[in-house]
């Protein structure tokens, strides 16, 4: 398979770069196209967990090559390597899920408690930047529900998400799954400089609709010196788990 792709500005995270939520999204929905598997989860079946490594930071508005691996595949700059992508199992446990109510609370404190931070370099980011519109963005921005460490948001997504069956793409079910484990972190960690995405591994258990009140909650899990480890999920209001991740987190050297 040697095909490209393009990561539109509009699906920033730090404003130069790609979200890596969505860019491993789109390298994982690369990898299924390989496998010859569905772009979307059907109603009674999940789609196998995909681990994406992210490598270096993906320029936006720019070709970049897709190039198969001996277990998968690989987004490339010319030579250089940006992520790489393989199907694996993921086993993963989730906490004690919040109420709708709860989720929507720590959501909107997320928010405002983004909005006001001076010199926030993420305003814009597409999947928890609050500069961005409800239409154009996801702004996802948990905050903390309980004493576990587990923060929660609401989201509906939008109807301009949907793609040719009403449903939103993989690409941005893994935006929607990717900043609230950082966030988690931040709490944990308030003196931390910001902290970067370095692997996601995703399973997408059912199809996730546009226009429904969804929950997304994140955890932290361990730390390993500047490695940390958490997890996402996101949960229709009948408490059902649409797509789960576990993720790695770096702290950047000094």
Request: hydrophobic share 45%.
């Amino acid at each position: 398979m040697s095909e490209t792709c393009v990561i539109p500005r509009r699906f920033n995270g730090p404003p130069a770069s790609g979200n890596g939520g969505y860019v491993a999204g789109v390298l994982a929905t690369a990898l299924y196209r390989q496998l010859s598997l569905p772009a979307v989860p059907g109603d009674d079946a999940g789609l196998p967990a995909v681990e994406v490594t992210l490598r270096a930071p993906p320029p936006l508005d720019e070709p970049l090559r897709l190039r198969a691996t001996d277990d998968g595949l690989a987004l490339m700059r010319g030579e250089s390597l940006l992520a790489e992508a393989r199907v694996v199992l993921l086993d993963i446990v989730l906490p004690a899920l919040p109420t709708p109510a709860q989720a929507v609370a720590a959501g909107a404190i997320g928010r405002l408690r983004a909005a006001s931070r001076i010199g926030n370099s993420y305003l814009s980011c597409f999947g928890c930047g609050v500069g961005r519109e409800p239409h154009d963005g996801l702004r996802i921005v948990p905050s903390p529900v309980g004493d576990d460490g587990t923060v929660a948001a609401d989201w509906t997504p939008d109807a301009g998400l949907a793609d040719h069956r009403g449903l939103v793409p993989d690409p941005i079910v893994w935006a929607a799954l990717d900043c609230p484990a950082g966030i988690a972190w931040n709490y944990r960690l308030q003196d931390a400089p910001p902290l970067v995405t370095g692997r996601m591994t995703v399973r997408i258990d059912a199809p996730v609709p546009v226009g429904e009140s969804l929950m997304v909650i994140g955890w932290p899990i361990e730390a390993e010196g500047r490695k940390l480890h958490a997890g996402t999920a996101l949960v229709d209001a009948r408490g059902r788990v649409l797509a789960r991740s576990r993720q790695l987190w770096m702290i950047p050297r000094a």
